[in-house]
């Protein structure tokens, strides 16, 4: 389930890079979903498809017949995909290159990559908050000695406001205190209550936990069930679901720079496809569409993140390419291939160590 929820997810990333790639004429070689030796390939050469099996990329040099198709295939890794074009690593003399078409054409092939996840997170959310509702915002009881009640909050207030960030998903509620250092500060909220908005400042109690460890905190709960919504609710409701998840990745990336996050907090593919697992797992006994629910609302968290690491600018990732490519709109030149090379190469590297001590990071958090 996790490898199919992945493949969508990739498919559709790349599928933004190859349909604007063929809006711009650029050549498209091969279009392919996973990494390292091909399971099966085809093309289209004008004429009929071909199955081709386990073939190197010398099979496709050695049939030119190709040169004007692109050539679709699945590859043995589960993990990423690529659109490659003609063009897009050296300079070809062709108008159909990559490296021939104008900055702001390659500018849009590079960006529609990330795009289309955030269209796809958009699309999915549709789907979500059309089908279970949206999450609201709501208070639905305290603790005792609560900081909260003590204020004046009340069960039914629906929260509007929480320090300066305007509270639209439930779930952000949640996250404040983790981007947010509650130390004993009066913290404003802003609520609705009744059709009325009502303001209130409330400094988090110290509070002693289970595990005998102390954590500010205001007392009060906010697991209101979703409510179903008209048609253009949905539509704003979807658009806050992306913002959301694209706000907590930015937001978690600034607590990764920072070292806020330690290496155990951090999960990648075997520890995603873990957690996939388990939200199946405990899905199941509320039925299918309970697991069907959970699992694209996970989609939207790793399309909107994916979108957002995709644009960070680092070489080898799609943000490293449009750094460049804006490098070459102000120097109204591009960079000597030779630096792109050389930074993009030390990027790859870097980013698969990066991968290699992740994925052992999350198997060994398996045991």
């Given at each position: 389930?996790?490898?199919?929820?992945?493949?969508?997810?990739?498919?559709?990333?790349?599928?933004?890079?190859?349909?604007?790639?063929?809006?711009?004429?650029?050549?498209?070689?091969?279009?392919?979903?996973?990494?390292?030796?091909?399971?099966?390939?085809?093309?289209?050469?004008g004429t009929?498809?071909?199955?081709?099996?386990?073939?190197?990329?010398?099979?496709f040099e050695?049939?030119?017949?190709?040169?004007?198709?692109?050539?679709?295939?699945?590859?043995?890794?589960?993990?990423?995909?690529?659109?490659?074009?003609?063009?897009?690593?050296?300079?070809?003399?062709?108008?159909?290159?990559?490296?021939?078409?104008?900055?702001?054409?390659?500018?849009?092939?590079?960006?529609?990559?990330?795009?289309?996840?955030?269209?796809?997170?958009?699309?999915?959310?549709?789907?979500?908050?059309?089908t279970i509702?949206?999450?609201?915002?709501?208070?639905?009881?305290?603790?005792?000695?609560?900081?909260?009640?003590?204020?004046?909050?009340?069960?039914?207030?629906?929260?509007?406001?929480?320090?300066?960030?305007?509270?639209?998903?439930?779930?952000?509620?949640?996250?404040?205190?983790?981007?947010?250092?509650?130390?004993?500060?009066?913290?404003?909220?802003?609520?609705?209550?009744?059709?009325?908005?009502?303001?209130?400042?409330?400094?988090?109690?110290?509070?002693?936990?289970?595990?005998?460890?102390?954590?500010?905190?205001?007392?009060?709960?906010?697991?209101?069930?979703?409510?179903?919504?008209?048609?253009?609710?949905?539509?704003?409701?979807?658009?806050?679901?992306?913002?959301?998840?694209?706000?907590?990745?930015?937001?978690?990336?600034?607590?990764?720079?920072?070292?806020?996050?330690?290496?155990?907090?951090?999960?990648?593919?075997?520890?995603?496809?873990?957690?996939?697992?388990?939200?199946?797992?405990?899905?199941?006994?509320?039925?299918?569409?309970?697991?069907?629910?959970?699992?694209?609302?996970?989609?939207?968290?790793?399309?909107?993140?994916?979108?957002?690491?995709?644009?960070?600018?680092?070489?080898?990732?799609?943000?490293?390419?449009?750094?460049?490519?804006?490098?070459?709109?102000?120097?109204?030149?591009?960079?000597?291939?030779?630096?792109?090379?050389?930074?993009?190469?030390?990027?790859?590297?870097?980013?698969?160590?990066?991968?290699?001590?992740?994925?052992?990071?999350?198997?060994?958090?398996?045991?």
């Amino acid at each position: 389930m996790a490898i199919l929820v992945f493949s969508v997810i990739i498919i559709f990333h790349e599928f933004g890079h190859f349909i604007v790639a063929k809006l711009n004429h650029v050549g498209v070689i091969e279009f392919s979903l996973g990494m390292g030796p091909r399971i099966l390939s085809w093309a289209n050469d004008g004429t009929k498809h071909r199955l081709l099996f386990f073939k190197s990329t010398a099979f496709f040099e050695e049939h030119p017949e190709f040169e004007d198709h692109t050539i679709y295939s699945w590859k043995i890794l589960p993990f990423g995909g690529s659109c490659m074009m003609l063009g897009e690593e050296e300079d070809v003399d062709d108008e159909r290159s990559f490296s021939r078409k104008s900055v702001w054409a390659r500018m849009a092939i590079i960006v529609a990559g990330p795009l289309f996840n955030f269209i796809l997170a958009f699309l999915l959310s549709l789907i979500v908050i059309g089908t279970i509702g949206h999450d609201p915002a709501v208070v639905t009881k305290f603790d005792t000695n609560s900081a909260a009640q003590e204020a004046g909050l009340q069960v039914g207030d629906k929260i509007l406001e929480m320090g300066n960030e305007s509270i639209v998903v439930n779930r952000q509620l949640s996250y404040y205190p983790i981007f947010h250092t509650l130390d004993g500060s009066k913290v404003h909220f802003k609520v609705e209550r009744n059709g009325e908005e009502k303001e209130f400042d409330i400094a988090p109690k110290l509070t002693k936990l289970e595990d005998g460890t102390e954590k500010y905190m205001f007392g009060y709960y906010h697991s209101a069930p979703r409510e179903k919504v008209g048609v253009l609710s949905t539509l704003k409701y979807s658009a806050y679901e992306v913002k959301f998840w694209i706000d907590t990745t930015i937001k978690s990336l600034g607590l990764m720079i920072t070292g806020k996050v330690s290496a155990d907090q951090i999960s990648g593919p075997v520890g995603i496809v873990k957690q996939v697992s388990d939200v199946v797992e405990e899905s199941k006994p509320e039925g299918m569409t309970t697991v069907v629910m959970n699992l694209l609302i996970f989609a939207i968290l790793i399309s909107a993140n994916l979108g957002v690491m995709n644009l960070i600018p680092i070489p080898a990732l799609d943000g490293g390419r449009l750094l460049f490519l804006i490098i070459e709109l102000i120097r109204r030149k591009p960079l000597p291939r030779k630096v792109e090379t050389y930074f993009n190469v030390g990027g790859f590297v870097a980013l698969m160590a990066l991968m290699v001590f992740i994925m052992g990071n999350d198997i060994l958090k398996l045991f």
